[in-house]
DNA sequence: TCAAATATAATAGTATTACTATCATTAAAT
DNA sequence: ATTTAATGATAGTAATACTATTATATTTGA
């Protein structure tokens, strides 16, 4: 399995880069400092600019893998739920009970990204604080209808809609599975930022996560006994 | 209860500002047009000198109410949440019942403000579609931990805290009561964003709203009967 | 009512951002 | 060895996010 890991190559939609940087040895550089960047000053202060000295490269040549920071953003975000989607897949292939595949999935996505698994530039730890702070940031626009319209968020989608599935798969009679599962992946980076910025208004913390919040709570909707 | 409103001077950090905008025509006109151009061209694209130009004054006149666009941002939303708390107290005061109390309160914080008090220079539907599509800006940042040590985030905080304590009301015995108030609200928008951009992925639409999820939700983990 | 204070407007200027364009250099591939 | 492709260096542009200064209205209060 984890030469699989290895050898996997996230699905990426590739009108998000001009030229793809997994081919080259400064495309990896680009994604792979962009990530460490990005989580260190914040998306707003990152810049082209700032990321070409930080890598001994040009602004020029940053521009010539992707269009802007905008695009570099959802380049990342897709890298990451894309990932994500593989280990969620990976996780609960081996299980078939509906119950048990979908407590795997909830923990798989609400779970934070302590390990950096490292098998390349990527530090998938890092990127999960990114995707925290910032993935807001890639649809809170106003050009969304439009980029969603070109499948820039299809990766996302369809782990939202996986996970939608197996909640059907637990309680066939739930009203509710698409919104459920948009609100624990999203709920989910939400409590994470809480714990850290806003303690008073979550129950988080070093003991209980996030995770333990959704594994209560998809058991109280979903798997209580009949009422 | 009509004039009770109109009389509302809703509470605001005043670090958030220069100079009270409430207190001048500028002022009202200022807060007021930024609603309508952040609504209309999304706040990146925002800028004081074009709301200068539409409301026929000077790029410095603004500045001279808000140092920048943030805290201007800051500003909206939090006069936007402590009008809602407002309507919050207001609107489960006379209930006594703890579940028709908090019910009441999570339809005044779930649904949408489609009608238009406009009992002032505010557009509160207007202002509810800023929220929904620019809130998370104002804390997903770098200077959030700064920011809230200066109070910026406390009407929000304390609206949250609000809906935490009802829930606890309904079911002392609920463990999570901080992290499911502040999923709520938050999550709110998110549906609200979702059935208008991502409509794959949410259950809600014209007839089923954000308000009848989140009922819903609440009667599930804390109103069932025993189990 | 007239002077002083205050609010607003107009203009200019700065550093930074988010690019585009051009040309030079280096490395790789045929 | 030559062409092609990739990268780097430099310059330039329009817009942004301000600050500073000065001018002009408007308000107020002695």
Redesign the interface.
């Known amino acids: 399995m984890d030469t699989l890991l290895k050898n996997l190559k996230v699905e990426i939609n590739d009108k998000l880069f001009l030229k793809d940087p997994e081919t080259t040895e400064l495309g990896k550089r680009i994604v792979g400092h962009s990530i460490l960047m990005i989580h260190e000053?914040?998306f707003?202060?990152f810049t082209f600019k700032k990321l070409g000295k930080a890598i001994h490269s040009n602004e020029s040549s940053i521009y010539r893998y992707f269009e802007n920071k905008h695009k570099l953003l959802l380049y990342l975000t897709s890298w990451y739920w894309s990932w994500l989607e593989y280990h969620l897949v990976l996780g609960t292939l081996p299980l078939s009970d509906p119950e048990a595949r979908l407590k795997k999935a909830i923990i798989i996505v609400t779970d934070e990204i302590s390990q950096d698994s490292s098998f390349d530039h990527i530090n998938e730890s890092v990127l999960n604080k990114i995707v925290v702070?910032?993935y807001?940031?890639s649809?809170?626009?106003?050009e969304?209808?439009l980029e969603?319209k070109q499948g820039y968020?299809a990766v996302y989608?369809r782990l939202?809609?996986r996970i939608?599935d197996m909640i059907v798969e637990v309680n066939k009679d739930y009203?509710?599975?698409?919104?459920l599962?948009?609100?624990i992946i999203?709920?989910a980076l939400?409590?994470h930022?809480?714990k850290e910025?806003?303690t008073?208004?979550?129950?988080?913390d070093l003991t209980?996560t996030?995770t333990t919040?959704f594994l209560?709570?998809i058991d109280?909707?979903l798997l209580?006994?009949e009422?």
Do not use: W
Not at 139 to 142: D, E, I, P, S, V
């Open positions: 000053m914040g707003e202060q702070a910032e807001s940031k649809y809170l626009t106003k969304v209808d969603n968020f989608k939202v809609l939608r009203l509710y599975p698409a919104s599962s948009s609100m999203e709920g939400h409590q930022f809480l910025h806003f008073a208004i979550t129950d988080c209980t996030p919040y209560n709570l109280q909707l209580t006994y009422r």
